[in-house]
């Protein structure tokens, strides 16, 4: 972060919303609009020259071309945190925009406040978006099926090793919405560390994300929330 300013850049195809959203995040005193704009070759090379600490992504719209857009801002620069903002959310948007690797998914109706304190949350590493799985089972076993189906197609080993029992350990701080550094923390070793154990759960559950782990190990046993 730039200062003590969350730097966030908007997108969306109506100018209306996004002078909205400027307008209305104004008074808050930790968070810097850096850029609105439209979704357009020039936003890569934007987010290039001054990359912000979030994204805001309206999805809204006759394509799909916002989420194409956040998986490519994520390939760069992976530690831009992703918001993605819609007025229709439903299973297989959700879907979609866990695949983009989007750390929230909000419906337009949310409040000012609410729409600031994700902006917070997502700047400080959390993922709300792990939330929609956690409070909507439902959703939550759609979205393994699908996971499953993809891992089928996946070039892999099928067989899916078991979990040491320390990795089983940090995976369960992460399903609690624990940060590598506050894992750290509480078992009193490096964040390197623990980033380590959780590129090996990734590998081992064959998962791309760690929402995507989270909810294969549930499935598995290995876990419980």
Request: hydrophobic share 40%; proline share 4%.
């Amino acid at each position: 972060m730039n200062g003590n300013k969350i730097q966030v850049f908007v997108v969306s195809q109506q100018s209306l919303f996004r002078q909205g959203i400027e307008h209305s995040l104004s008074p808050e005193d930790d968070i810097q609009i850096l850029g609105a704009t439209e979704v357009n070759d020039e936003v890569l090379k934007a987010i290039d020259n001054l990359p912000p600490d979030v994204a805001i992504l309206d999805i809204d719209g006759p394509s799909d071309s916002s989420l194409t857009l956040a998986r490519q801002i994520k390939q760069r620069l992976p530690n831009i945190g992703i918001i993605v903002l819609t007025s229709n959310p439903n299973d297989a948007q959700l879907f979609e925009t866990l695949k983009a690797q989007a750390a929230a998914y909000l419906n337009k109706e949310v409040t000012v406040d609410q729409l600031a304190d994700t902006i917070r949350r997502v700047a400080g590493g959390e993922h709300p978006i792990n939330e929609s799985l956690t409070n909507r089972p439902k959703v939550a076993e759609q979205v393994l099926h699908q996971f499953q189906e993809l891992s089928r197609r996946r070039e892999a080993e099928s067989y899916i090793s078991p979990l040491t029992p320390r990795e089983t350990e940090i995976l369960d701080y992460i399903a609690q919405g624990y940060l590598n550094k506050q894992i750290a923390f509480k078992l009193g070793i490096s964040e390197q560390t623990i980033k380590n154990h959780v590129t090996s759960i990734l590998r081992k559950l064959n998962a791309n994300a760690r929402t995507e782990a989270v909810v294969l190990a549930i499935k598995q046993g290995l876990i419980s929330i």
